[in-house]
Nanobody
Framework: QVQVVESGGGLVQAGDSLRLSCVAS????????IGWFRQPPGKEREFLAT????????IYAESVKGRFTISRDNAKNTAYLQMNSLESGETAVYYC???????????????????WGKGTLVTVSS
């Protein structure tokens, strides 16, 4: 099992940038994919981006492609989500999640993750 903890949320204005971090601990040695998701108030959770265990393959949701960048530093057991040009409608709780490397990366894009963090709140004011 991998434990993940998100950080970096806060209050920003529309058009601003923000970088979220996701620190993993536990059984990290076997390799794991990371996914970022968000859940706006009163709405369903949605997929944003995922990166494979080695960091050389990514998948993005169309809604964030070109504005958000997912990356990871395995030496630090940390993944990141760089978010640029944030919009007021992107206020949400942002979640990081992990799944073992034996699963296909596409599984992350539909939320099939094993271990979830508690989330970090991002508020985008207009």
């Amino acid at each position: 099992q991998v434990q993940v903890v998100e950080s970096g949320g806060g209050l920003v204005q529309a058009g601003d940038s923000l970088r979220l971090s996701c620190v993993a601990s536990g059984r990290t040695g076997s390799g794991y994919h990371i996914g970022w998701f968000r859940q706006p108030p009163g709405k369903e959770r949605e997929f944003l981006a995922t990166i494979n265990w080695s960091g050389d393959s990514t998948i993005y949701a169309e809604s964030v492609k070109g504005r958000f960048t997912i990356s990871r530093d395995n030496a630090k057991n940390t993944a990141y989500l760089q978010m640029n040009s944030l919009e007021s409608g992107e206020t949400a709780v942002y979640y990081c999640a992990a799944v073992g490397r034996s699963r296909p990366l596409e599984a992350a894009s539909v939320g099939r993750m094993d271990d979830w963090g508690k989330g970090t709140l991002v508020t985008v004011s207009s």
